[in-house]
């Protein structure tokens, strides 16, 4: 029970191999490109966020005017068509951002 009530240790800066030398854990500030990774994954959430907020609330009038009940096809319809396409948003967004500097 001592165990879990043990402090916790300072933060991990180093990996210790077999061979006994430190070597420097990667950061996601390591390097010049960091930016572009933070501009990406903030601009492919914004665009996949918005069009899961458009389909959900969009999809119920079209399932209604085609003839389906919207409220029991609406919800697995919406997450699969979110994830599929939240994919392609950010694989999209990735290669427009970062070609010719990490693609």
């Keep these: 029970m001592a165990a879990f009530l043990a402090p916790a240790e300072a933060e991990v800066t180093t990996l210790r191999p077999a061979a006994g030398r430190d070597l420097p854990l990667p950061s996601i500030t390591d390097g010049p490109h960091w930016p572009l990774i933070a501009t990406m994954v903030g601009t492919a959430l914004v665009g ?4 899961g907020s458009l389909s959900g609330s969009m999809l119920p009038f079209a399932l209604k005017r085609i003839g389906f009940d919207p409220a029991s096809a609406s919800a697995p319809f919406v997450a699969t ?23």
């Design 81 to 103: 068509l979110v994830d599929v396409t939240g994919l392609v948003i950010y694989f999209s967004v990735a290669l427009v951002i970062l070609r010719g500097t990490l693609l």
């Design 48 to 51: 996949i966020v918005t069009f």
